[in-house]
T-cell receptor, first 109, second 114 residues
Framework: GQNIDQPTEMTATEGAIVQINCTYQTSGFNGLFWYQQHAGEAPTFLSYNVLDGLEEKGRFSSFLSRSKGYSYLLLKELQMKDSASYLCAVMDSNYQLIWGAGTKLIIKP | DAMVIQNPRYQVTQFGKPVTLSCSQTLNHNVMYWYQQKSSQAPKLLFHYYDKDFNNEADTPDNFQSRRPNTSFCFLDIRSPGLGDAAMYLC?????????????FGPGTRLTVT
């Protein structure tokens, strides 16, 4: 079966750095997405990785290792507004998005 | 601004009373998706359209139907809502089905079944 695993919840301090991990087992791979979802709102796109390595976009970076079936989202200089759920999603060989349940990130002052 | 719009944002219906949720987009995207998302769970794909080509996920209950009368609009019909159908319903669009095409989500419709 297809599976995306990510921690259910993480807590971090304002101004710090946090890494949210995602491991996946899917039938084929056509890229990995990270989305941010604030409570009661729709997901918004953060990043897309299809090749191994690190993609940096401002305070957010995303890393991919296809051989390990592993990705992480790195958030730097955390702000209170970063409190949200972060969803990892993998596009399989049929171009279907397989979603993780999300990691709820709690930022404390 | 180009966007994905969902109406209504909040919908309350009675057990067994049919309900229709709507989605419109000004992005002129070929692909439209309907997801169901329950609290602290992953979005679950119900249907998607590639232009007029309709794709029904294998585990989508028969109680759920969808229509896409034109590029801009898509509807989700729940014929006989049950308590288990209470969820956030998300509409999304993308310009293609390939790997690099991100999905743009509407704000969602939160459905309550009484």
């Amino acid at each position: 079966g297809q599976n995306i695993d990510q921690p259910t919840e993480m807590t971090a301090t304002e101004g710090a750095i946090v890494q949210i991990n995602c491991t996946y087992q899917t039938s084929g791979f056509n890229g990995l997405f990270w989305y941010q979802q604030h409570a009661g709102e729709a997901p918004t796109f953060l990043s897309y990785n299809v090749l191994d390595g690190l993609e940096e976009k401002g305070r957010f970076s995303s890393f991919l290792s296809r051989s390990k079936g592993y990705s992480y989202l790195l958030l730097k200089e955390l702000q209170m507004k970063d409190s949200a759920s972060y969803l990892c999603a993998v596009m399989d060989s049929n171009y279907q998005l397989i979603w993780g349940a999300g990691t709820k990130l709690i930022i404390k002052p | 601004d180009a966007m994905v719009i969902q109406n209504p944002r909040y919908q309350v219906t009675q057990f067994g009373k049919p309900v229709t949720l709507s989605c419109s987009q000004t992005l002129n995207h070929n692909v439209m998706y309907w997801y169901q998302q329950k609290s602290s769970q992953a979005p679950k794909l119900l249907f998607h359209y590639y232009d007029k080509d309709f794709n029904n996920e294998a585990d989508t209950p028969d109680n759920f139907q969808s229509r896409r009368p034109n590029t801009s609009f898509c509807f989700l019909d729940i014929r006989s809502p049950g308590l288990g159908d209470a969820a956030m319903y998300l509409c999304a669009t993308s310009s293609g089905k390939g790997g690099a095409y991100e999905q743009y989500f509407g704000p969602g419709t939160r459905l309550t079944v009484t």
